[in-house]
């Protein structure tokens, strides 16, 4: 069982609310990862981080907005969601040298009216 | 962006029957190529990996294949059982970033 947590697990919020998805990891990993996923559909890279105080945007364009001020903590922001933002939002990390494990977060499942 | 695709987008075996999912990839250049395993309401869960040098890798009851001459990836799943129900997604890295293909749902039938 992956120690990578995800906070709220579900969300309903109105247009306009400015939102942070929390996702903490206690593997002490450096790269974490936030994914877009549509149920049923891929998942899609939106942000990723290589460990403190980096982060990058990634293949996606997302309106969200990313931090790593600590190594375990890696939140995401939405400033003004839209329903536009319905989706499942799922967090996830791996060691710098074995990259090609991810750790998988529960996902929060966002709803935006 | 890269391009992970997935043949059958369902697939219903009989328990106790070997589960074959297939997937094309585009990217020569990745280093890794993995399956995951998406229960409902839950985050995708690594099953396995393989190097782009290899081509076949075994591990519990699953082996993946390898074809780098077609860009082809299959994941054999042996004896599938109902827990093995669930969607499964082949993805490829290059150390930066991760690709994802749309998944292919399996059904175990009893």
């Known amino acids: 069982e992956a120690d990578i947590y995800q906070t709220p697990r579900y969300l309903v919020i109105g247009t306009g609310k400015k939102i942070t998805l929390e996702c903490s990891q206690t593997?002490?990993?450096?790269?974490m990862y936030w994914y877009q996923q549509d149920p049923g559909m891929e998942l899609h890279l939106i942000h990723y981080?290589?460990?403190?105080?980096?982060?990058e945007k990634g293949d996606l364009s997302s309106e969200s907005t990313v931090s790593r001020i600590r190594t375990e903590h890696f939140p995401l922001t939405l400033e003004s969601a839209r329903p536009s933002h319905t989706s499942q939002y799922l967090c996830?990390?791996?060691?710098?040298?074995?990259?090609?494990?991810?750790?998988f977060g529960p996902g929060t499942r966002l709803t935006v009216l | 962006g890269e391009s992970v695709g997935l043949h059958l987008p369902t697939l219903s075996v009989q328990e106790g029957d070997n589960s074959i999912i297939n997937c094309a990839y585009s990217?020569?250049?990745?280093?890794?190529f993995i399956w995951y395993k998406q229960e409902s309401g839950k985050g995708p869960q690594f099953i396995i990996d393989?190097?782009?040098?290899?081509d076949k890798r075994q591990g519990q009851r699953v082996t993946v294949l390898l074809n780098k001459t077609v860009k082809h990836l299959s994941l054999q799943i042996a004896a599938t059982q109902p827990g093995d129900s669930a969607v499964y997604f082949c993805?490829?890295?290059?150390?930066?970033?991760?690709?994802f293909g749309s998944g292919t749902k399996l059904n175990v039938k009893p």
């Open positions: 996830a990390s791996s060691e710098w040298e074995f990259y090609n494990e991810q750790f």
């Open positions: 593997m002490g990993h450096d790269k």
């Open positions: 981080s290589y460990g403190v105080n980096s982060t």
């Open positions: 990217n020569s250049a990745s280093d890794y």
């Open positions: 393989i190097r782009s040098n290899m």
């Open positions: 993805a490829e890295t290059n150390f930066n970033k991760f690709y």
